[in-house]
């Protein structure tokens, strides 16, 4: 397909933007502009996620629908997170090329192009670095720590895995799942699944209406989903390997434990009452509940595996 034959996609995960939405939507049909003027793209679709706001946010995106058809929406009954929102939108979306841009303003579309141009040397994603981010120290402190805490667990650095500004080819958001919270950490699902991804530094603007969605809980979130995403990234194909060692040490301890207490009851010493032998038992039997588990998800995947194989991980079939 020629450059200038491609479809874009926009997606736009909502709550409670209002204000932010008609300058958002005009902006963003510059920054297509732009590309169509560079010869990058031809027809695109806008697609508004409204994840369950309160204010005239879904009014205000049907309203644009009603002037512009290539306007979509897709509205959740309630707030369900930008994860979701951004699944919703990745199953929806039909283009070629597909961009993600938070609804605050804070993000520039001018930057389309940009990203174009890095797509187009050969990479199948390319994320925003917001390298001056205009936001208060409360954000880029923690930011700061989960980019180096990230970038080490992923075993590859960008400076900004959680930049909501993202460009992607489609096949590899037909290989995405996003659920919980990992839409921090798509990216590292990305890499996992062997997509080549870089990033490019974006302007970033500060926050003029409405008000951050920030809160002391993404602390906790962000930790748990970092736990997910490691077991992701080093098990999901192979279970066994977590729960068959965790298995194995247990049982083998509780092995040792045992062969111990019987040297002793062989000397004649009573182990009736040890506690040590209640130990040594628990720790076999768990252990073998853990290989049994292991043995379990093993047989889960080899089902579900053979379904998935050539979405997710198959480049090329001639």
Known sequence: MKKEERKVSVLIPAYNETESLIQLYQEILDGIQHMRSAGQCGDYELWFINDG???DTEQVILSLHEKDPKVHLISFRRNFGKSLALQAGFRHATGDLVFTIDADLQDDPAEFVRFVQKIDEGYDMVVGW??????????????????VVTSQMAGF????????????????????DVYGELHRYIPVLAHRYGFRITEITVNHRKREH???????????????????TVFL????????????????????????????????????????????LTLGVLLIVVGVQFISLGFVCNLLIDRSFRASYEEKHIKTII
Do not use: W
């Open 130 to 147: 917001k390298k001056n981010r205009k936001d208060p120290l409360e954000k880029r402190l923690p930011s700061k720590l989960f980019n």
């Open 233 to 276: 990234l080093r098990y999901t194909d192979r279970p066994m390997y977590f729960f068959g060692r965790a298995g194995v040490l247990s049982a083998f301890a509780g092995a040792l434990i045992c062969l111990y207490l019987t040297i002793l009851r062989l000397a004649g010493q009573s182990i009736g009452t040890r506690p040590l």
């Open 210 to 228: 409405g008000r951050s969605k920030y809160g002391i809980e993404r602390y906790m979130n962000g930790l748990l989903d970092s736990l997910t």
């Open 53 to 55: 706001s309160t204010d």
């Open 157 to 176: 650095r960008l400076h900004d895995f959680d930049c909501g500004f993202k460009c992607f080819r489609r096949e590899l958001v037909q290989a995405l």
